[in-house]
């Protein structure tokens, strides 16, 4: 079966500081990655996906990720934060579930705390 | 695209109390899941729809639980009996049903049981 760890369940980084969120997957096949970002409350927004090619995937706001096979990861990264990018961050991989199908098994989390 | 659209937001009910939530997909979305996400844990796969067939039930999804999408458009998840241990946020997601399409989420409903 497939999984997903996020071994930062919180990270604090300064305003303008450069910021990686770590991800890594276990499943057998070629897996589809994800990141999502979830504000208090709020459902989940999709900021990048990786299914094949490059494997470095750039998102929106500015985040991009870098699929690494070797390492079974995926890690999230952006130069600069904002202080709006506080919220938590899910890594996902999506494993098929018949045909064309696939469902999503997240990671638990990475709440990222922007400091002034 | 107006979104995934769930209903009620927020659902406060007794233990015992049976409760029913409302997924409207985006229009032209054939795929429909359900997760459910509790307290710092990440969302966990319920169950899933293509069009109006259930094609696939997570083992987190007792006999209290059903779910149905009766004419391929919006879904329903009851629970029946609730208990405490199903407070958490049930979200709602759909895609297109391309091989490569992602998952939108809704904003959820976050049902407290007391």
């Known amino acids: 079966a497939q999984s997903v760890t996020q071994p930062d369940i919180h990270i604090t980084v300064s305003e303008g500081a450069s910021l990686e969120l770590r991800c890594n997957y276990s499943y057998g096949a070629t897996p589809y990655l994800f990141w999502y970002v979830q504000s208090p409350g709020q459902g989940l927004q999709l900021l990048l996906k990786?299914?094949?090619?490059?494997?470095l995937v750039q998102g929106i706001k500015g985040f991009e990720a870098e699929f690494k096979r070797s390492q079974s990861s995926f890690n999230l990264r952006k130069p600069s934060v904002h202080w709006s990018d506080a919220a938590e961050y899910f890594c996902?991989?999506?494993?098929?579930?018949?045909?064309?199908?696939?469902?999503?098994?997240f990671g638990k989390g990475t709440l990222l705390t922007v400091n002034p | 695209d107006t979104g995934v659209s769930q209903d009620p937001r927020h659902k406060i009910t007794k233990r015992g109390q049976n409760v029913t939530f409302r997924c409207d997909p985006i229009?032209?979305?054939?795929?429909l899941y359900w997760y459910r996400q509790t307290l710092g844990q990440g969302p966990e796969f319920l169950t899933y729809f293509q069009n109006e067939a259930q094609l696939e039930k997570s083992r987190l999804l007792s006999d209290r639980f059903s779910a149905e999408r009766p004419k391929g458009s919006f879904s329903t998840l009851e629970i029946q009996r609730t208990e405490q241990g199903d407070s958490a946020m049930y979200l709602c997601?759909?895609?297109?049903?391309?091989?490569?399409?992602?998952?939108?989420f809704g904003n959820g409903t976050r049902l407290t049981v007391t």
């Open positions: 996902a991989v999506g494993a098929e579930s018949g045909g064309s199908n696939y469902k999503l098994t």
């Open positions: 997601a759909s895609s297109t049903g391309q091989g490569n399409s992602p998952l939108h």
């Open positions: 990786y299914f094949s090619g490059d494997t």
């Open positions: 229009s032209e979305h054939n795929r």
